[in-house]
T-cell receptor, first 112, second 112 residues
């Protein structure tokens, strides 16, 4: 069974731009969660989607948003990029909300 | 904030058992303990989880104390490839539900 895939793997943007990251969960998994990882703050929870609905949300500004499609694929969007948004963005899928999560390789975003 | 505390770092000799402790003194009766690890620049990898009984799988064993206030992850025969940051997690209640909150984890170095 294929694992969680994330695209793109690497991305360079400039301040003020917006970016969309994509995540394809493991087949059959209906829950997708997003995390931001930085050296200073570690792994921080962004949000979780289940059956196309946002179920949980972390403490991030409204510039960070996401959605989930009927096939469980998910996208997250960051608008008006700031230098501090440079991070590894990780997606994790699980069968259902609250089950063990399986992580993708991440998208490394650099904001210049 | 994470509900767990772990040592910042540990060393282990190759071929020996690695015992990684975790304190979760405020854990509730129905909350599971999860362990993940993250090898440099990769997404976290699920290892094991448990509620009150000891658990074992092909990767590791999880020993949970009777009062459930602490646990130990055991890698029975550590190899160099087990060098990673190990996270012990108890889900916490966020704005909309339970989130996985990652602390700083334990950096395990397996030495030849």
């Amino acid at each position: 069974k294929a694992g969680v895939t994330q695209t793109p793997r690497y991305l360079i943007k400039t301040r003020g731009q917006q970016v969309t990251l994509s995540c394809s969960p493991i087949s059959g998994h209906r829950s997708v969660s997003w995390y931001q990882q930085t050296p200073g703050q570690g792994l921080q929870f962004l949000f979780e989607y289940f059956s196309e609905t946002q179920r949980n949300k972390g403490n991030f500004p409204g510039r960070f948003s996401g959605r989930q499609f009927s096939n469980s694929r998910s996208e997250m969007n960051v608008s008006t990029l700031e230098l501090g948004d440079s991070a590894l963005y990780l997606c994790a899928s699980s069968l259902s909300s609250g089950n063990e999560q399986f992580f993708g390789p991440g998208t490394r975003l650099t904001v210049l | 904030d994470a509900k767990t505390t772990q040592p910042t770092s540990m060393d282990c000799a190759e071929g020996r058992a690695a015992n990684l402790p975790c304190n979760h003194s405020t854990i509730s009766g129905n909350e599971y303990v999860y362990w993940y690890r993250q090898i440099h620049s990769q997404g976290p990898q699920y290892i094991i989880h448990g509620l009150k009984n000891n658990e074992t799988n092909e990767m590791a064993s999880l020993i949970i104390t009777e009062d459930r206030k602490s646990s130990t992850l055991i890698l029975p025969h550590a190899t160099l490839r087990d060098t990673a940051v190990y996270y012990c997690i108890v889900r916490v209640w966020g704005n909309y539900g339970q989130n996985f909150v990652f602390g700083p984890g334990t950096r395990l170095s397996v030495l030849p």
